[in-house]
């Protein structure tokens, strides 16, 4: 839907390996359609994990324990599947540390040798 995907690998050492793709875009005309298709997706993986942290709150505060058990899991399970969503989208930790790092570096330079861009 989104061009992105995530699975666990585990080789001949038996060691795991976690896989994060993400497709690039090819066409234009696949690009109006997927951007609708894109924030539906998003705000349906970012929306889930919300709703069962509101569920959670719910059962502990209504002291239902035995429906506790069932709301934790949906907050992992959604949580992790956020996770590995946003990895695919955003690239490896490595990426994510480099990207802001830059970051940070482009501003501080910036905001030293005082070029800033307010007019």
Request: aromatic content about 14%.
């Amino acid at each position: 839907m989104v061009g992105l995907r995530w699975w666990n690998h585990i080789d001949e050492d038996g060691k795991s390996h976690w896989v994060f793709e993400s497709r690039k875009a090819s066409s234009q005309e696949n690009k109006a359609v997927s951007e609708a298709e894109s924030r539906i997706f998003w705000l349906g993986l970012v929306a889930c994990p919300v709703l069962w942290v509101i569920f959670a709150f719910s059962a502990l505060f209504s002291f239902r324990v035995k429906w506790l058990a069932v709301v934790t899991m949906g907050v992992v399970l959604q949580g992790a599947n956020l996770y590995g969503y946003i990895r695919c989208k955003v690239g490896s930790r490595k990426n994510l540390t480099s990207m802001a790092t830059s970051y940070l570096g482009k501003q501080f330079l910036r905001q030293n040798t005082g070029d800033d861009q307010t007019s």
